[in-house]
């Protein structure tokens, strides 16, 4: 598993990463975690896979997708300021679900996660 994160439990590993809102409109990390993470998660080996796929991570009781963008650095996410609450910018402990979790919950949202590209 990348080395942001580590298994916490059968659905979803856990981090802590710099939690900071930002003026886009969705959820990012810095764009080579986060195709990292995919690769290690979400990707099986068989075919060309996307590694553009959303992270579902969880913070303060809340799933959202989460993007890649190069303008964030790496351990930072950034939450829509419509998401973030007033303690932020702040270090946070974050789950990340696995595949079967995510792939669930984007679907949940209208999302083909895991087709092959």
């Known amino acids: ?17 710099y939690v ?26 068989e075919g060309v896979e996307r590694l553009d796929a959303p992270l579902v991570m969880k913070v303060d009781g809340g799933h959202i997708p989460v993007g890649g963008d190069d303008d964030v650095p790496s351990g930072t996410l950034a939450i829509p300021y419509a998401l ?16 079967d979790r995510a792939e669930a919950l984007l679907r949940w949202e ?3 996660p895991f087709a092959n590209a």
Request: hydrophobic residues 35%; without cysteine; proline residues 3%.
């Open 20 to 45: 900071e809102p930002h003026d886009g409109d969705r959820a990012v990390i810095q764009r080579v975690d986060h195709e990292h993470v995919n690769e290690q998660l979400y990707a099986d080996g």
């Open 84 to 99: 973030a609450d007033e303690a932020l910018p702040d270090r946070r402990n974050v789950l990340l679900a696995d595949a």
């Open 1 to 17: 598993m990348h080395s942001m994160f580590e298994r916490f439990s059968s659905g979803y590993y856990l981090g802590e990463l």
């Open 110 to 112: 209208g999302w083909e």
